[in-house]
């Protein structure tokens, strides 16, 4: 047999000797069949090198085989790590994971989730951007999802979230321990469920610390480098005093080490920071940056893990991930 050629299953069933029928049943476990027939489809399986056709096969099950994602931005190192976890946890399920960004923007996110769900996925993951909690409910009716990064009325056990506001609390009491009291705080984008809750813990801290909040110290981000760069910009501009900063994620820091190195303001003798969702190059940034440990990776392996317990009908019980305060090099006393 030509090697280059494509095997299927009435080549497995020559070379086992029975017949394409009892292939298709050994290979898809639909009905019993003798030990001595199996064990001969199972060695030409492996003799032949067959690879099963998966599209093929959802189509005999009525399944697409393909779980719809929905991202915000697919160059996003956060969101990159999402995405690794969720194709870790599709890995053994002969599941493939079709990945869709919304970029932020409304009707792109709509246009998104409309795409997924016309392609007929069995189920969806959606990353917590700007989509109605209506729209969601409604999808959620029709087809298995999980959302991550959210939190939403009547599907509170279909959300996969951390307590964002007690890991920004966690983040600010840090700076206040440290003996700092002009704290800024560069938001994420503010229609963001995860950048309201951040914003409230750390406006937690600093009233139970009995600081007073000065609107001139919260600046508001996008969640993105740029952000960040802008706000100290802005913050310096002004002529705003302040010894530390909390940023609503990593990659607003990457912006903000940026401005200050242009100033000649050094990290942290002069201004202490701190991030939020530990990535992977936080360690390696100079200095390395105190932030928050956000379980990235598993919370995508969760995520997908949990789609596929909705897709064959079990219930599922997410837990709420927990985050720790990572003290770098990037956070000092107040002087």
């Not at 509170?156 to 206040?176: G, S």
């Not at 706000?231 to 990457?254: C, K, P």
């Amino acid at each position: 047999m030509n090697k280059k050629s494509v095997i299927t299953i009435r080549d497995i069933a020559r070379e086992a000797n029975v017949s394409a029928s009892t292939v298709s049943r050994v290979l898809n476990n639909t009905t019993a069949v003798t030990e001595n027939k199996r064990q001969a489809v199972l060695e030409a399986v492996k003799k032949l090198n067959y690879r099963p056709n998966i599209i093929a096969q959802g189509l005999v099950r009525g399944q697409s085989m393909a779980i719809g994602i929905l991202t915000q931005d697919l160059a996003s190192p956060f969101y990159g790590g999402m995405h690794q976890g969720i194709e870790q946890g599709l890995s053994t399920s002969g599941y493939q994971p079709l990945f869709v960004s919304g970029n932020w923007t409304p009707s792109k996110e709509i246009e998104a989730l409309d795409m997924l769900v016309q392609r007929q996925v069995d189920g969806l993951i959606i990353m917590a951007g700007t989509v109605l909690d209506e729209r969601i409910r409604q999808i959620a009716e029709r087809m298995p999802l999980v959302v991550v990064g959210g939190r939403l009325k009547d599907l509170e056990k279909q959300c996969l979230q951390i307590d964002n506001q007690k890991a920004a609390y966690t983040a600010t009491q840090h700076l206040i321990e440290l003996g700092h009291r002009r704290i800024v705080h560069i938001t994420g984008m503010p229609t963001h469920p995860d950048a309201i809750k951040r914003k409230q813990g750390y406006e937690q801290a600093l009233n139970e610390a009995d600081i007073e909040i000065d609107p001139t110290l919260i600046i508001e981000g996008t969640f993105r480098r740029r952000s960040g760069l802008f706000a100290i910009e802005t913050l310096l501009t002004r002529g705003t005093q302040f010894s530390a900063i909390f940023a609503a994620n990593d990659q607003i820091t990457n912006g903000v080490y940026l401005a200050l190195f242009r100033r000649g303001i050094r990290i942290p003798d002069d201004v202490s920071i701190v991030g939020f969702d530990d990535q992977r190059y936080s360690a390696y940034m100079s200095p390395p940056l105190t932030t928050i440990y956000h379980p990235i990776v598993e919370m995508g392996v969760a995520a997908a893990k949990a789609v596929i317990t909705l897709i064959n009908g079990e219930p599922i019980n997410l837990p709420v991930p927990s985050t720790k305060l990572v003290i770098r090099e990037s956070t000092g006393i107040y002087k």
